[in-house]
């Protein structure tokens, strides 16, 4: 069974950048082709972020195009957010997730980041 | 891309029969048959329902069933139970932008 684990640091200054890593383990992680990254704002719904296939093509939201990177270092089991010029606004758990035939299949446990200085 | 919209609450008592709507466009919903549903408990993971409108995971009761019409998706729970009690959303790819979930909905079991 395949988990995943986020990580990175808790607090973030405003205008800096937010950077989370997801370590996969687990058996299958071979099997692991799309890696996503979703969050949800306090009191708010899901979002999604954007995705990244383990050949390095990657897909956004419109509404992070312009400021978010995703890569996959597949020799460490990883997969990184970086999100640049972040404000308040992007105070959220973020979460990493595996995604097969258009569906979310697997989830972490999420990551609080808090933006403020 | 907005936000699929989904009602904000639904309510039952145990035993009964709900449905939670997810409204989309002809991009998303109305044009692929890729909608999934996750239910979401306060501090975990969410966990996947539903995918390709209808089919369920592994593990997932059949009290859990899923639909569209034309631009609509539903996922109906019969039987309530307390454990049923969770955020729902729905998601669905689009010819836009990719990805979109839903705006969320809370079920409460009275």
């Known amino acids: 069974q395949v988990h995943l684990l986020e990580s990175g640091p808790g607090l973030t200054k405003p205008s800096g950048t937010l950077s989370l890593t997801c370590t996969v383990s687990?058996?299958?992680?071979?099997?692991?082709?799309?890696w996503n990254w979703v969050r949800q704002p306090p009191g708010k719904g899901l979002e999604w972020i954007g995705e990244?296939?383990?050949?390095?093509?990657?897909n956004y939201s419109p509404s992070f195009k312009s400021r978010v990177t995703m890569s996959v270092d597949m020799s460490k089991n990883q997969m990184s957010l970086s999100l640049r010029s972040v404000t308040a606004a992007d105070t959220a758990v973020y979460y990493c997730?595996?995604?097969?035939?258009?569906?979310?299949?697997?989830w972490g446990r999420g990551t609080l980041v808090i933006v403020s200085s | 891309q907005s936000a699929l919209t989904q009602p904000a609450s639904v309510s039952g008592s145990p035993g009964q029969s709900i449905t939670i709507s997810c409204a989309g466009t002809?991009?998303?919903?109305?044009?692929?048959?890729?909608v999934s549903w996750y239910q979401h408990h306060p501090d975990k993971a969410p966990r996947l329902m539903m995918y390709?409108?209808?089919n369920r995971p592994s593990g997932i009761s059949n009290r859990f069933s899923g639909s569209k019409s034309g631009n609509t998706a539903s996922l109906t729970i019969s039987g309530l139970l307390a454990e049923d009690e969770a955020d729902y959303y729905c998601y669905s790819y689009t010819s836009t932008t990719a990805y979109v979930f839903g705006t969320g909905t809370k079920v409460t079991v009275l």
């Open positions: 687990g058996d299958s992680t071979g099997n692991v082709h799309w």
């Open positions: 002809s991009s998303d919903i109305g044009g692929y048959n890729y």
């Open positions: 390709g409108v209808s």
């Open positions: 997730a595996t995604s097969v035939s258009y569906r979310i299949d697997l």
């Open positions: 990244v296939h383990h050949s390095g093509t990657s």
